[in-house]
């Protein structure tokens, strides 16, 4: 238990972040979690598991990737300790490997949309989204890239790293900048956090300022994300929660000194509604934001089974 304690941990700290990789650690979490537990009743057997999902769920509210990963990688349904327990190692193994592979086709699909020459802004830092420029990079085509620099974690100092060392031309923009830098921009790539049933896409904070200044300026916007990025909750009318972040992130104390009446909001994502999303490229293909539910549908049928 205490390995899936430091791994929810990790979450909750942002050590572990990156609506992807908070996935991949929760399958593996619980998947060691499941392989180490001595119990030989049933009923304590299914108690513990789903205590442990709860747990991980519990770490952050907004990235659906993170409860869809849980209810995939944690799925059994035979009725014996051993039985349930190689049906949750299978389970898990298979999501990690199915997440690692989706990485690659977002790549191969996604840098169909980019041309040699292309310009490219993108904001925080998602694998997704970067998977797409380093698979154009790849293939040879000469992309630049404006990467914003996300405050108040500054997840863009990540993302130049990464692309600085595959070797891709990388401009560092505050956030401020971006409407200013559009008119530069042939294509917005980004990641995401959930996708909701009407196609809106919840990501990072910031996301939703690149979308109207991309749609101002006729400049494309594409959302990279995993088909397990789609919330099936949406579905039944669920909203997706705006995690709230320490004020800390933004300002220390000591720094607000003499004014301790002034608030800090610190939200950690926004929603950018459909009508700014040209395109969201998935491992299954590159859908228009309209088609979520029929992602849903087809890739997240086990959760529907469930609720409805
Ligand atoms: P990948 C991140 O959230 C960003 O919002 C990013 O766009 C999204 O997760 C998806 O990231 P945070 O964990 O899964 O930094 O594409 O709060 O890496």
């Known amino acids: 238990m205490q390995q ?17 990789r908070i996935a991949a650690a929760a399958a593996r979490a619980l998947r060691d979690y499941v392989e180490m537990l001595e119990t ?8 513990k598991v789903e205590k442990a999902k709860s747990i991980l769920i519990e770490t952050r509210p907004t990235a659906v990737s993170l409860p869809n990963a849980v209810m995939l990688a944690g799925s059994y349904d035979a009725e014996t300790v051993e039985k349930a327990r190689s049906q949750i190692l299978d389970s898990a193994t298979e999501f990690i490997q199915n997440a690692d592979n989706a990485l690659d086709n977002i790549g191969e699909i996604g840098a169909k949309r980019l041309r040699d020459g292309d310009t ?15 698979t154009a990079h790849k293939q040879g085509k000469r992309i630049k ?43 917005v790539i980004v990641g995401a956090d959930s996708i909701t049933v009407n196609g809106a896409l919840v990501n ?60 800090i909001s610190n939200p950690a994502f926004d929603v950018t509604p459909s009508e700014y999303i040209d395109l969201i490229v998935t491992e299954a293909g590159a859908f228009p934001p309209q088609m979520a539910y029929v992602i849903i549908k087809e890739h997240l049928g086990w959760e529907l089974e469930k609720m409805g």
């Open 120 to 134: 490219v802004m993108t904001h925080c830092n998602s694998h997704a989204a970067l998977a797409i420029i380093k």
């Open 4 to 20: 899936l304690l430091d791994t929810a941990e990790k979450i909750r700290t942002m050590e572990i972040r990156g609506a992807g």
């Open 40 to 47: 030989s009743s049933f009923e304590e057997f299914v108690a």
């Open 204 to 263: 990072k904070i910031g996301t939703s300022q690149l979308a109207l200044a991309a749609h101002e300026a006729r400049v494309n916007f594409i959302s990279a994300a995993e088909t397990y990025k789609f919330s099936p909750s949406t579905l039944f009318g669920d909203l997706v929660e705006i995690e709230e972040r320490d004020p800390e992130e933004v300002i220390s104390k000591d720094k607000l000194g003499d004014m301790p009446d002034v608030k």
């Open 145 to 187: 890239v404006y990467a914003t620099e996300s405050r108040p974690r500054r997840q863009g100092f990540i993302t130049i790293k990464e692309l600085s060392d595959a070797g891709i031309d990388t401009t560092l923009i505050v956030d401020s900048a971006v409407r200013y830098t559009m008119k530069n921009v042939d294509t």
